[in-house]
């Protein structure tokens, strides 16, 4: 089975600690004692409202991994097995994969499966519900290595399998497994497989879309929040809903904005009514219309240092934005005193600088002079000077501001964690 991509977004937080786990076709851990297994009577037809709980979760778990094992617990009910089993990864090399699973004698189980590569099921047709029993005899499977070593001392002698293809090319597992004592699988979950495969990937589409989403997010607001942007959200109410890292420390400062009662608010009775009055006209902006409004000014911090400048800007709804808490401001904030130092190493490698005439660059983008700059590193003038001839050389510029425009506007900033 292919690696999956998926694996590496959607279930990347996946606490398996707190979770049964099984990888492959079987459960992994230490033996368990013989339990009743429920077993289902061939004959009964899955219910409407059986296969509408299976559906269901599905879907919950398409926004939540941790959901992924409720979804599994139904379906090893459903099948009458002992464990049910998604493979978000397969076994390959020095890749322990990562399977997740509902168990009903276990609760404590490892995620990988050491002899994974030797199970017959492995490249089975994708999107077809197969048995163990259509790929190898009953004889060769009590002789099989994956069955005498591993198998075996975990009570699976049974196994329904189907091998699932995303949109991205990306292929899961979706296993159900019973012990010798109970009946094989048959056409009645074969049948049911194959109901919910297209749910599951569907499901499984959309997880791994979401999960890509907030990746991206993610990334996007610790790109803004580095570069000293602070993003401030509020809802269809003026509250403030949501703020970024760079937000939160300038509004904990309490340097000229601050959050009171919910609201955002400027510290000078006169800033704060034009505030207002900026945020009053994004939120009474026409909620019909797909037009950006966006208006700024100058707020006053008592500590004296420069001005923040603020943008407020509306934020336009779609046709399903409702509810509660509704995104409808941003508020951005630039801190322009703000002297995050970029990793001296990533300025390094992008400059082709020393590592000393690294550090002098850096305490010249944050605004201090050669002479300044010179006592905060400990080194002679001449030195300085010395290294920012070197820089100049090195980087093509021709004077002091044009050095400083160049690393404020580089990617090095962006390296901050």
Known sequence: MAESAF??????TYKTSAQDCVLKDVPVGGVAPSQPVELLDPDLEISTENFSQLVGALYL????????????????????????????????GDNIGLVISAAST??????????????????????????LAERIS????RTCRYYTEWCKHVEVFHI??????????????????????????GAREKALMTLLLPHIKRALNMHLALNRDRQLISLYGRATAQLMVGVVILDQNGMVIESNPA???????????????????????????????????????????????????????????????????????????????????????????????????????????????????????????????????????????AHLRSIFSKTGVRRQTELVRLFLNSVAWLGNH
């Not at 009953?138 to 499977?141: F, I, Q």
Request: overall charge negative; some cysteine; hydrophobic content about 35%.
């Open 7 to 12: 694996s590496k977004t959607g279930f990347s």
């Open 61 to 92: 778990a398409a926004t939540d991994a941790e959901a992924w094992k409720s979804f599994l617990e139904l379906l090893r009910v459903q099948t009458g097995g002992n464990y049910g089993s998604l493979i978000v990864r397969d076994t390959m």
């Open 106 to 131: 276990r609760k404590a189980l490892l995620a990988h499966d050491p002899y994974g590569y030797c199970s017959p099921l492995r490249g089975i047709p994708l999107d077809t519900a197969v048995t």
């Open 138 to 141: 009953e004889r060769e499977w």
């Open 160 to 185: 329904l399998a189907i091998d699932i293809e995303t949109e991205d090319g990306c292929c899961y597992g979706l296993r159900a497994t019973r012990p010798e004592q109970a009946e094989p699988f």
């Open 247 to 385: 937000a939160t420390t300038i509004l904990n400062s309490g340097d000229g904005l601050r959050v009171k009662n919910g609201e955002l608010e400027a510290a000078y009775a006169n800033d704060n009514r034009k505030l207002q009055r900026l945020i009053k006209d994004a939120l009474m902006h026409p909620q019909d219309t797909q037009r950006v409004m966006t208006e700024g000014m100058s707020v006053g911090r008592q500590s004296g240092q420069l001005n923040w400048g603020v943008v407020v800007q509306n934020i336009s709804p779609d046709d399903w934005t409702e509810g509660k808490q509704r995104p409808s401001v941003a508020v951005f904030v630039r801190d322009t005193t703000g002297r995050p130092d970029p990793p001296v190493k990533l300025a390094q490698q992008l400059f082709q600088l020393t590592p000393a005439e690294t550090s002098l660059a850096i305490q010249l983008a944050n605004g201090l002079s050669l002479e300044e700059a010179a006592q905060t590193l400990n080194i002679r003038p001449n030195t300085a000077r």
